[in-house]
């Protein structure tokens, strides 16, 4: 009996070989699939921009706006478009009219030479009428940059001319733009010197009033601009105080050397 | 295949110890499947020739052609009791009733020994296939929990809990509750589906030998 089950036993071994070359054969199928379809595990690297110390594009559009302003301005609208064509030449009156065509009359006998003349005319005229249209043109945006210039406190949308490329200029026009708008004085030219401390957090945590013309109601807008600007300021680069003079006039603040 | 190079030694030898389950399993469920597949053929094969034969002896000579069958070890078994006491009966005549009975229940025994002979034959190796079903996805979700314990640390060493750090750690350590899985689900079914195929085969075994202990008997009667 026993050499019967050794005989039936025999195929084991077969078995065994068989089991291990298709064992093989699936592990080199799953490394052919994992060749042909490489599993998607690359870790994404994370980049940090200093949007502070961002180059401006538009210096008129102030600093570059910073998230969690939740209330956004608008785009500033479209320059008009310049008329496709040119406004036609002035129509003469009816007497003008008769005058030219008697003119005309007369000219007709003239030589080729009367015909130049005219046009030269005319193009001085085109110009003339292409230069005011442009200077109207402009005229129209001036005005609608200093109508949307005062924006709120604190947001990029201010009037600030400043490049705003570095964190002093970022200050001085939220300042400017709160200034704007608690802007009061009794003298004539009142000027206030502050020392402003901010904060890691982007909060004014000292002010030191250094100088003053004596406009007690100057200083208190000057104070109120500070805290209107401070609230919303984003917080300085490499999370360093920022320390800086400024100089308040009842419509311009600008940075001061102590 | 990227995930294996990354991962530990612990959860390494734990997908060899299961790789080596699933080989082995995997020999063992297509030796079984030839083994059975062949005794229920040669015991389909053999039962017609047993029934159209009219003698022993002729059975016996051509027995060797079913060597898969069970039965046939059954018969050889039987047979050979048979002649042992055919070979008493005729020595001894005074004491035949007491004989008869004797060399009966002899050849009984015998039956009854290459029975639970055969299926000690039949269900070797199916234990392992029990084994292997029950305790490889233990075995796998032990590296998994390793695996996550080894990814954690790592974690807690970066100190990143982002999942571009959290994923591949417990990607890794799930490839070991995988092919534990893999090793067992098979396994699971040979088993269940072997021992379906050994008990028809055992009511087989069960059927001849009463079978042939009747011929006997009324042959020996009949006498």
Do not use: C
């Not at chain 1, 008769?98 to 005219?118: C, H, I, N, P």
């Not at chain 1, 200093?146 to 947001?155: D, E, F, H, I, V």
């Not at chain 1, 109120?224 to 400024?246: C, Q, S, T």
């Not at chain 2, 090793?183 to 088993?191: D, G, K, L, N, S």
């Amino acid at each position: 009996m026993n050499a019967r089950q050794d005989t039936h036993d025999s195929g084991l071994g077969v078995s065994f070989i068989i089991s291990t070359v298709i064992h093989l054969v699936v592990f080199l199928l799953l490394l052919w699939w994992g060749q042909l379809f490489p599993p998607i595990m690359a870790v994404q690297e994370t980049y940090y921009v200093d949007v502070v110390n961002l180059p401006v594009a538009n210096p008129r559009a102030g600093s570059p706006i910073q998230k969690g302003n939740d209330a956004e301005t608008p785009p500033p609208p479209p320059a008009p478009e310049p008329p496709l064509s040119m406004p036609p030449p002035p129509q003469p009156n009816a007497r003008g009219r008769a005058a030219t065509a008697r003119k005309s009359e007369k000219t007709e006998k003239r030589d080729t030479s009367g015909d130049a003349a005219f046009a030269e005319r005319m193009a001085k005229l085109e110009n003339k009428a292409a230069s005011q249209q442009e200077e109207a043109t402009l005229e129209q945006l001036r005005k609608k940059l200093k109508a949307t210039g005062s924006g709120r406190a604190g947001m990029p949308a201010g009037s600030g001319s400043e490049t705003g490329s570095d964190y002093t200029a970022y200050v001085q026009s939220r300042l400017k733009d709160a200034l704007n708008q608690t802007n009061d004085y009794d003298s004539n030219n009142p000027m206030v010197y502050v020392h402003l401390y901010i904060g890691t957090d982007g909060k004014v945590i000292r002010q030191k009033l250094e100088q003053s013309t004596g406009d007690k109601r100057f200083e208190l807008a000057v104070q109120r601009a500070i805290e209107k600007a401070g609230d919303k300021l984003v917080p300085p680069p490499n999370h360093k105080v920022f320390e800086g003079r400024f100089r308040f006039r009842p419509k311009e603040v600008s940075r001061s050397k102590p | 295949m990227g995930l294996l190079n990354v991962t530990g030694i612990v959860v390494k030898i734990d997908l060899l110890i299961l790789i080596g389950f699933s080989v082995l399993s995997w020999t063992i469920i297509m030796f079984k499947f030839f083994q059975i597949y062949k005794a229920n053929a040669d015991s389909e094969r053999f039962m017609d020739f047993f029934w159209k034969s009219k003698r022993f002896d002729a059975i016996a000579s051509q027995v060797d052609r079913f060597n898969s069958s069970p039965l046939t070890m059954l018969f050889n078994e039987g047979y050979g009791e048979l002649g042992k006491f055919m070979e008493g009966r005729g020595k001894a005549d005074t004491s035949i009733l007491s004989t008869d009975l004797g060399g009966i229940e002899n050849v009984s025994r015998a039956l009854r020994r290459a029975t639970n002979s055969e299926i000690t034959r039949l269900e070797k190796y199916t234990t392992f296939l029990a084994t292997t079903g029950s305790t490889s996805p233990f075995i796998g979700l032990f590296g998994t929990v390793w695996g996550i314990m080894t990814a954690f640390e790592g974690i807690g060493k970066t100190g990143s809990a982002s999942l571009a750090v959290v994923a591949p750690g417990i990607a890794e350590a799930l490839i070991a509750t995988a092919i534990g899985l893999v090793a067992a689900i098979p396994a699971v079914m040979a088993y269940n589906h072997f021992q379906h195929k050994i008990r028809v085969l055992i009511k087989d075994m069960d059927s001849f030998s009463t079978e042939f202990l009747n011929i006997v008997q009324r042959n020996v009667a009949g006498k």
